[in-house]
């Protein structure tokens, strides 16, 4: 009851405005704010267009590249090949019959093998690259 005689009371009385031309001022710098975001809104509308088109570009040109210059099959190119299909690679022995201990002692021991041979590589590598920068600076 009381709430509706509040609201009836309310609806009845006019505001009263301390400074109507500062308000008047005020909503006028408001809806210029406003317009202004609008701008903002259109600027990143034409921006998101751009990039969807490049991004469209990037993906045909991509599409085109793969297309037009497939990857060379894997038997035909020795440089695609996995390192165990390689002809002078060193399988790793077979492992059978054997607890877990003496398979990991192995496998250990064949991976450093394998890394300490890496590591002759490229350190003789390394060497003829010296020489190579040795010979052109004389």
């Given amino acids: 009851m009381k709430y509706n005689e509040v609201l009836s009371k309310l609806k009845k009385t006019e505001p009263i405005l301390d400074d109507p031309e ?3 001022d005020r909503i006028m710098q408001r809806v210029e704010q406003s317009s202004v975001g609008v701008g903002r809104i259109i600027a990143l509308r034409i ?5 969807g088109v490049a991004a469209s570009a990037l993906i045909c040109l991509l599409a085109y590249e ?3 210059y497939p990857v060379p ?3 035909n190119d020795p440089i695609c090949k996995p390192l165990w299909a390689m002809p002078d690679a060193k399988p790793y022995p077979q492992i059978t019959g054997l607890d877990f201990r003496e398979k990991e002692k192995i496998i250990k021991t064949a991976v450093r093998n394998k ?6 590589k490229e350190q003789i590598n390394a060497s003829f690259i010296v ?8």
């Fill in 22 to 24: 500062g308000l008047t």
């Fill in 47 to 51: 921006s998101g267009m751009m990039s």
């Fill in 66 to 68: 793969t297309l037009k």
């Fill in 73 to 75: 099959p894997v038997d």
């Fill in 115 to 120: 890394e300490a041979q890496r590591a002759r």
């Fill in 131 to 138: 020489r190579d920068k040795i010979i052109k600076s004389y």
